[in-house]
Antibody, heavy 119, light 106 residues
Framework: QVQLQESGPGLVKPSQTLSLTCTVSGDSISSGRFYWSWIRQSAGKGLEWIGRIYTSGSTDYNPSLKSRLTISLDRSKNEFSLKMKSVTAADTAVYYC???????????WGQGTLVTVSS | DIQLTQSPSFLSASVGDRVTITCRAT??????LAWYQQKPGKAPKLLIY???TLQSGVPSRFSGSGSGTEFTLTISSLQPEDFATYHC?????????FGGGTKLEI
């Protein structure tokens, strides 16, 4: 059973960089069985797909966020990470990491972590 | 981006009821649609993918149908644990997008 766990600061100041890590257990992030993605959920906008990273290290980003995003892999730690720069209050949300199958269906999810952007 | 509209937004039902939730897309997404169940304070859980394929371990009272622009999630006989919020997601066009959710209440 694949399990994912998000970690990172719960409070980020406006204009700073949000950094989250997702630790994967039960599978190697290099196995190729899954793509690894980030999704967020805010009260105002519902669920929003942020981006994904493939085993190869290539990435897909939501065009609405692309200029501010970096998703990367750390194979030695079996982790992948999200960095979002220049955050504003609109980036306040619960952030989930997920493992995707097939066309991109989100099969496995982390428990989610609340990130609040506030000074 | 493709917009997904779920209806109804809120649904009151009773244990044993048959319920149907609809998800409509602004353009043809073929069968690249998923349904998720989310309970308060928890992550969404994949129920159905490719419009009608039941994810392993999901009870058979859940079913999905549709193609093109109109899709439905049906729960044949509601159980107490089914009261939750349901989301649809399209994977045909980039970026993937989600519907606004349907809250199913007792």
């Amino acid at each position: 059973q694949v399990q994912l766990q998000e970690s990172g600061p719960g409070l980020v100041k406006p204009s700073q960089t949000l950094s989250l890590t997702c630790t994967v257990s039960g599978d190697s992030i290099s196995s190729g069985r899954f793509y690894w993605s980030w999704i967020r959920q805010s009260a105002g906008k519902g669920l929003e797909w942020i981006g994904r990273i493939y085993t190869s290290g290539s990435t897909d980003y939501n065009p609405s966020l692309k200029s501010r995003l970096t998703i990367s892999l750390d194979r030695s730690k079996n982790e992948f990470s999200l960095k979002m720069k220049s955050v504003t209050a609109a980036d306040t949300a619960v952030y989930y990491c997920a493992g995707e199958i097939g066309k991109g269906y989100e099969k496995y999810w982390g428990q989610g972590t609340l990130v609040t952007v506030s000074s | 981006d493709i917009q997904l509209t779920q209806s109804p937004s809120f649904l009151s039902a009773s244990v044993g009821d048959r319920v149907t939730i609809t998800c409509r897309a602004t353009q043809d997404i073929h069968s690249y649609l998923a349904w998720y169940q989310q309970k308060p304070g928890k992550a969404p859980k994949l129920l159905i993918y490719a419009a009608s394929t039941l994810q392993s371990g999901v009870p058979s009272r859940f079913s999905g149908s549709g193609s093109g622009t109109e899709f439905t999630l049906t729960i044949s006989s509601l159980q107490p644990e089914d009261f939750a919020t349901y989301h649809c997601q399209q994977l045909d066009s980039f970026p993937p997008t989600f519907g606004g959710g349907t809250k199913l209440e007792i």
